[in-house]
């Protein structure tokens, strides 16, 4: 099985002196719980950001703190490791990966993904991989949850869209455009793609708002981020099979429908950050492990 590449650069910091990653995960794992206790969109909104702020920040302190490691001490390195999303052939695949990949865009870890969307091969150092993980597990669970109340309130009936059916008249094939109306399923993907796509451009923004900041204070932090980017870049080049583009994005391949897309953005924006005892301790829906072959 040979992965597609998808590209999802993204960041990280830390003296010798700095949080550790577990510790900083539990930290993250106490925002999540105040997410789950206030019924406020714009409280969950400000814990999600908050959130982010902070797995930004330790990233940086993280890169910082390798970046005075001496070479003879032991450095971390980036890592690779297996995302397993689903069982190959189950339905919805797609917009989860395109939900994990999301995360993982603002979060420095790149991706390889298998045409099935079943698994996905990340690259970066084994804290941010951590973070993509739990930010994936209570996302997901919030992506099902609200996709599903969405397809039973039955607001995308009355919607059309256009289908393209093919018939074969005599020796020719017909291509005719008819349209039908939404189902089920197709409002359910498009939902849940415009999640996807949401919540990646609202962590993007936090991670660059907090990165900014850091930037500006500190010149060594901007060189340390730059010679970051490059080290994963490398290792990225060097580790990955990927052949050919995953056809992930777009349009959902069982129509469109806007109604739903306009659901989906708009749950996406008040999504919280929740439903997790702590962070560093949840696997949610995804199997994980690391890998040190070149096997696909």
Known sequence: MCPSSISAAVGIREYPSAVSSEK???RIGALLRQAESTDNPHEG????AAAQRLATNSAIDLAV???HTASSEKRATPTQRLITIGEPGKRGL???AQLFIAIAAANDVQCDIAQTSAVIFAYGFAGDIDVCEALYSSLLFQMVRDSDAY???????GETSVRTVVETRGRRRVSTQVRKPVAGVTARLNFQMAYAARI?????ETKKETETVSTASSSETALVLRNKEIELK????SNSKARGTWQGGGRASAGHSSHARQAG???????RLGNLPEIGGVKGQIGRGERSDGGR
């Not at 909104?45 to 999600?48: D, G, H, K, P, Q």
């Not at 397809?151 to 009936?157: E, F, P, Q, T």
């Open 24 to 26: 900083m995960l539990t």
């Open 45 to 48: 909104e400000a814990f999600m």
């Open 65 to 67: 703190a390798r970046a």
């Open 94 to 96: 797609r917009t989860y």
């Open 151 to 157: 397809v039973r309130s039955g607001a995308y009936r």
């Open 200 to 204: 990646g451009a609202r962590l993007a």
């Open 234 to 237: 490398d290792y990225y080049s």
């Open 265 to 271: 953005d708009k749950a996406a924006r008040s999504a």
